[in-house]
């Protein structure tokens, strides 16, 4: 098939997601062209068999990498549906598939406005805050909605996401769940196990946006810090990062916790960890919790969102009620108290990952794909 992926280039689920599948099907011959505002972290040009379209060039970009840019001036939305529209003259692409809401459910609207009975088939991936915080804007909601029914097919990442944007876009039916995916060559517990002696070592991962509840996560490492020899790995970066910085160094503890920063490849930093804090006020999923599992890593998350359909509670990590630090502290010390339910638990962690094994969650993609294709017939 020939498609057309479209995703934001800032570090971020929907990115690692979209430029991910690109690659596996690029492997797997299809021909596939990614449209990104820059290029997306990770991007790696030579030999993924994916030909990228970026609309303005790398250093010109003023954004921090870790923002989402839903604010789209004027010129550069232009731009992007100019584009796509000399493309798909050029490349007759069989699917448009967009990942996140915002700015793109517009963007493939106005190329099918453009174009009418001559567009590829457009499928939309709603991946997260496109619904919960745009999706229920008052004035922006309803366009939203009106730009999703004019696609001609949604999937989301799990099926609480599903069911609730279903609800508020107000969809004849629900999106298609197709769950994200780990590439399981790339996240695997360490192949040498490390037997030197060292801190209990705990590790959040994230674009640092408020909706990560920073705080919860410092208050839960506070807790553990004071009864147990622990460090705090945080990697990535974003708005919440100064507020953090300085509740560390108020409480004193800076010194055991180490800030990585942004990082295209996470996998080695998740492999080495102990424990993975994923306190989110909402998640659709969390990329990263299945990253953690993947790794052999239990997660520790909140009970919000699509993440009780990612992590399961008592078995692969344990799932408290969103700003619950104390009760996260208690189940954490328990857990690294007890070594055999410790050891059993990375165990179940690593192979409930395999349930989302890139290869078989590809597929999904490319049925899907073809369902809609043949629902709609050949482009006219
Ligand atoms: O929706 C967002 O805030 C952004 C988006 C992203 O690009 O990081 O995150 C969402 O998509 C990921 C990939 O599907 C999911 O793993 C995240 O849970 C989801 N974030 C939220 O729902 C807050």
């Known amino acids: 098939m020939r498609i057309a992926m479209i995703c934001h280039s800032s570090f971020g689920g929907s990115t690692r997601i979209a430029t991910e599948l690109s690659f596996e099907l690029a492997r797997r011959g299809h021909k596939v062209h990614l449209f990104s505002r820059t290029a997306p972290p990770g991007f790696r040009d ?13 250093q010109d970009d003023q954004t921090h990498p870790a923002s989402l840019y839903t604010y789209w001036p004027k010129h550069e939305y232009q731009k992007f549906v100019s584009h796509l529209l000399q493309s798909i003259a050029e490349e007759d692409f069989d699917i448009l598939h967009f990942h ?35 999706g229920r804007d008052p004035v922006k909601g309803p366009s ?40 399981l060559s790339v996240f695997h517990p360490p192949v040498k196990v490390d037997e030197e002696k060292r801190k209990i070592r705990i590790t959040h991962v994230s674009n640092f946006r408020p909706i990560k509840d920073l705080q919860c996560v410092a208050r839960i490492f506070l807790g553990i810090h004071t009864r147990m020899d622990s460090e705090l790995w945080l990697i990535g970066d974003g708005e919440e990062m100064e507020k953090i910085q300085s509740f560390f160094k108020q409480e ?6 180490c800030f990585w920063g942004l990082r295209p490849n996470v996998a080695p930093l998740i492999a080495q960890s102990d424990l993975l804090l994923m306190p989110s006020l909402y998640e659709s999923f969390c990329l990263a919790a299945l990253e953690g599992m993947a790794c052999g890593v239990p997660v520790i998350a909140s009970n919000a969102g699509g993440l009780p359909e990612v992590v399961i509670h008592g078995k692969t990590g344990f799932l408290v009620a969103v700003g619950d630090y104390s009760t996260a502290v208690d189940l954490v010390v328990n857990l690294l108290s007890d ?35 043949s629902q709609l017939g050949e482009p006219q």
């Not at 030579?46 to 790398?58: E, S, Y």
């Not at 001559?118 to 915080?133: A, E, M, N, Q, Y």
């Not at 179940?348 to 395999?354: F, G, I, K, R, V």
């Open 252 to 257: 004193g503890i800076e010194e055991d916790v």
């Open 339 to 373: 070594q055999e339910k410790y050891r059993a638990m990375k165990e179940a962690a690593a192979l409930h990952a395999l349930k989302f094994d890139q290869k078989k969650i590809v597929s999904l993609y490319e049925d899907y794909y073809k369902r809609v294709e």
């Open 46 to 58: 030579a030999g993924n068999g994916v030909t990228l379209h970026r609309i303005i060039a790398d």
């Open 100 to 134: 996140y809401a915002i700015p793109f459910a517009f963007i493939v609207q106005d190329v099918k406005r453009h174009l009418g009975k001559r567009s590829p088939p457009v499928i939309g991936t709603l991946h997260g805050t496109d619904t919960t915080i745009h």
């Open 144 to 183: 939203l909605a009106r730009a999703l029914f004019a696609t001609d097919g949604l999937t989301s990442v799990s099926f609480h996401h599903a069911h609730l944007s279903a609800g508020v876009f107000g969809l004849p039916s629900c999106p298609e769940v197709i769950p994200n995916f780990v590439d």
